[in-house]
């Protein structure tokens, strides 16, 4: 149990880092075919047409560096240890992976139809539109397993991004908690604002 909550503590650093990129590249594929496009650090948007692969690839490496990056600069600043940028990248990329597997649930056919219906209504509300939404109440126990699955991989994420942080840097209890908070929010905006410049 102790390996499967904190395995930053027992996984080696290669084998973090090989991991982490074996994911990264099936996520980059999986964002190719389904088609999705990464819209923030945590959040994708259903497309109609595939994007290159090249770009759904730069879109995986650009958030988890953006990311590491922050992390890092917290930790050379508030560490009392010596932080090395290669630690908190690993970790990190790594921790990637419930994000990376929430993907598998859109090559379900059911799930990426009622993610795409999901996303029509939400852009509709926003635009001031009336929209029916019978479709949504007829199928509100697959919206709800959506959004538990989505729940549990989020949370299971931020948790192994904390404890990759806290592993890497030495930050750690409230104090660390308080600054990953901190740069989680600071790399969810950044992520936002760098992405739309790719396409």
């Known amino acids: 149990m102790k390996k499967i909550l904190n395995p930053f503590r027992y996984l080696p650093l290669r084998q973090a880092s090989c991991w ?4 990264m590249i099936m996520s980059a594929i999986m964002c190719w075919l389904i088609p999705v496009r990464l819209s923030s650090m945590t959040q994708v948007y259903l497309l109609q047409d595939k994007q290159p692969l090249w770009l759904s690839t730069v879109e995986q490496v650009v958030v988890w560096l953006i990311f590491a990056f922050i992390l890092y600069i917290i930790g050379a600043i508030f560490s009392k ?3 090395r940028f290669v630690d908190v990248a690993a970790f990190n990329l790594f921790a990637r992976i419930p994000m990376d597997l929430m993907l598998l649930t ?3 056919p059911k799930f990426k139809t009622l993610m795409l219906l999901l996303q029509e ?3 509709a509300m926003m635009s001031g539109k009336i929209t029916q939404m019978t479709a949504m109440v007829d199928n509100m126990w697959y919206i709800v397993l959506i959004s538990a699955i989505a729940s549990i991989c989020s949370a299971w994420y931020c948790f192994w991004s904390y404890k990759g942080f806290a592993e890497a840097t030495n930050v750690k209890n409230g104090k660390g908690v308080m600054l990953f908070i901190l740069g989680f929010i600071v790399a969810y905006v950044v992520s936002g604002f760098v992405l739309p410049l790719l396409r």
């Open 106 to 108: 859109l090559l379900v």
């Open 81 to 83: 240890s010596k932080v």
């Open 121 to 123: 209504q939400s852009e």
């Open 20 to 23: 982490g990129i074996a994911v």
